[in-house]
C-alpha cells in the first residue's frame, strides 16, 4: 500500500555522526551499522484505534533515527508493516458492525494523515498482511520443511522447542514468558501444542472469518509474527540492522518472530543486529489503552488548534526508552518552548540572517556561540543513544543567547523535523 508524502528533508552542510544505540537484547551500546547500510524494520498498527500519543510516540522515535543515521551519510532503508488482518481488528469491526476492511483502510489513512502532520519520514515499502500472505505461506513453509512448526487440526504452530537460542531477546523468566503471552494475543490453552508458548503461524480457514488461499499449508490466514518476519526478510533481507516497536512488542512479538527468522536464515549469525523499543505513553495515571478509554489523539489535538510541532516537542522531549505520562501541562510548556524558539527565528531575521551576523555581526549576537559548534552539541546528543531530550535542550540554551544561525535552524528541521521558518 502506499505511504505519505515525504515531508522536505534538508542536507546540512558536514556529515553527522553515527549513533550508539542500546540493545535491548544484549543491554549494549553500540552501532549496528555495518557496511554504511542502516536497513531498519518498524512493527506498524493493527489499524483500529490509530494515531494515540503511543504510537505518535513510537514513529516520531523511529524518525529520529532514520534521520540521525541519513545525517551521517548512511544509505537508509525502511520497512514498516500494517497488521490489517487480525484478531483485535476483527473483534472491532463485528463490534461496530462496520466491514473489516473498511475499518482498516479508514484508520490507516488517519495514520498517514497523522505521520505527514507529524513530518514523519515515510518508509520505503509500507506493507499491508492482507497484500503479502503469499510472502508468509511460504515462509511457514520452510519452517515446516525445516522441522521448525507443526500442525494442530488445520493450524499451524513453531515449535519453540526447535530454537536453542529462544529467551534471547527478551531475557524473561518463564512465569513473566507466560503471562505475557496469555495477556498479549497467545493462546496458551490452545490443546494439542508442543508447549503452551508455541505461537500461532498460520490460522486455518474458520467459518465467517477472512481467508487467503496458503498453497500446502490449506486456506487461512497469517498469525501475527511470522507476518513480520517475512515482511523483514523480503523487503530489506538479513540480517536486519534495527528492528523497533513499543516495549510491549518485546514478548512476545519479536522474540517469536526473531525465533521464526533463524529458521529463516540459517547460521550462527543473529537474524536482527540491534532492537530498540519504545517506552509507553500513560494518560490519568495509567497506559493508554482503547479498554480503559484514555487515548489523547494527534488527530484530536490537531482539530483543537494545537500547533503540530509542540507535539513532536512533548513527543521529543521524553528519552525515546523512557515510559511517561502525558499531561495537558506538558503540552502548554511544549507550546511555550516553541515561542522562544519562534522568538529566537525572528531575531535572527530582524538581524538580516546568521550570513550578515558573519561579516558584521551586531552587538547583540557577539556572545552568540557559532552555529556550527551548536550543531555539533545536537548532533553529539542524538548520537547519545538518540538523546532527544538533552538535543532539545541544546537548541534551548542556543535560542536564550540570541538569534539562531541559519545552519541551527536547518538543523532542528534536519534531525528533530521541526520546521521553524
Ligand atoms: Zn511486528
Request: charged share 25%; proline share 6%.
Amino acid at each position: 500500500m502506499h505511504s505519505w508524502p515525504h515531508p522536505h528533508l534538508p542536507v546540512l552542510t558536514e556529515t553527522g555522526l553515527r549513533p550508539q544505540l542500546q540493545d535491548t537484547a544484549t543491554g549494549r551500546r553500540f552501532d549496528p551499522v555495518v557496511a554504511g547500510a542502516a536497513h531498519l524494520y518498524v512493527c506498524g498498527i493493527t489499524p483500529y484505534d490509530s494515531t494515540h500519543l503511543g504510537h505518535a510516540f513510537t514513529y516520531v522515535a523511529f524518525d529520529t533515527l532514520n534521520r540521525v543515521w541519513r545525517d551521517a551519510g548512511l544509505e537508509v532503508r525502511y520497512v514498516q508493516n500494517v497488521t490489517d488482518v487480525d484478531d483485535p481488528l476483527l473483534e472491532r469491526a463485528e463490534q461496530t458492525g462496520v466491514d473489516w476492511r473498511e475499518l482498516a483502510a479508514d484508520q490507516v489513512q488517519l495514520f498517514r494523515t497523522d505521520m505527514q502532520a507529524l513530518r514523519v519520514l515515510p518508509p520505503e515499502h509500507y506493507i499491508g498482511v492482507v497484500e503479502s500472505t503469499d510472502l508468509v505461506v511460504s515462509a511457514v513453509e520452510r519452517l515446516v520443511a525445516a522441522g521448525a512448526a507443526y500442525r494442530v487440526d488445520q493450524d499451524v504452530y513453531a515449535d519453540l522447542g526447535a530454537d536453542s537460542r529462544f529467551g534471547s531477546v527478551s531475557n524473561l523468566d518463564p512465569e513473566t514468558m507466560s503471562r505475557f503471552f496469555a495477556e498479549r494475543g497467545g493462546d496458551p490453552e490452545r490443546e494439542g501444542k508442543k508447549d503452551p508458548l508455541d505461537p500461532l503461524l498460520w490460522r486455518g480457514r474458520r467459518a465467517g472469518e477472512p481467508w487467503w488461499d496458503g498453497a500446502s499449508l490449506g486456506p487461512g490466514r497469517p498469525g501475527w509474527h511470522i507476518e513480520c518476519g517475512a515482511l523483514a526478510e523480503h523487503y530489506l533481507g538479513l540480517p536486519v540492522t534495527v528492528e523497533g516497536g513499543g516495549a510491549d512488542l518485546i514478548f512476545p512479538h519479536h522474540e517469536m518472530g526473531t525465533s521464526h527468522l533463524r529458521f529463516l536464515h540459517p547460521g550462527d549469525e543473529e537474524p536482527i543486529r540491534g532492537y530498540l523499543h519504545t517506552g509507553l505513553v500513560a494518560y490519568q495515571g495509567t497506559k493508554m489503552s482503547k479498554s480503559l478509554g484514555n487515548l489523547v489523539f494527534v488527530s484530536g489535538l490537531l482539530a483543537d488548534g494545537v500547533d503540530v510541532r509542540a507535539i513532536r516537542m512533548v513527543l521529543l522531549a521524553h528519552h525515546y526508552s523512557e515510559s511517561w505520562e502525558y499531561t495537558d501541562a506538558e503540552l502548554d510548556e511544549a507550546g511555550r518552548r516553541l515561542g522562544r524558539w519562534r522568538a529566537a527565528v525572528d531575531a535572527t531575521a530582524a538581524t538580516g540572517g546568521a550570513h550578515a551576523q558573519e561579516t558584521s555581526p551586531p552587538a547583540a549576537a557577539a556572545q552568540t556561540t557559532p552555529g556550527s559548534a551548536v550543531v555539533q552539541e545536537m548532533r553529539e546528543a542524538l548520537a547519545n543513544n538518540l538523546d532527544t531530550a538533552a538535543c532539545l535542550e541544546v537548541v534551548d540554551r542556543a535560542a536564550a543567547r540570541g538569534p539562531l544561525a541559519a545552519e541551527v535552524i536547518t538543523a532542528i528541521d534536519a534531525l528533530l523535523g521541526i520546521e521553524l521558518t
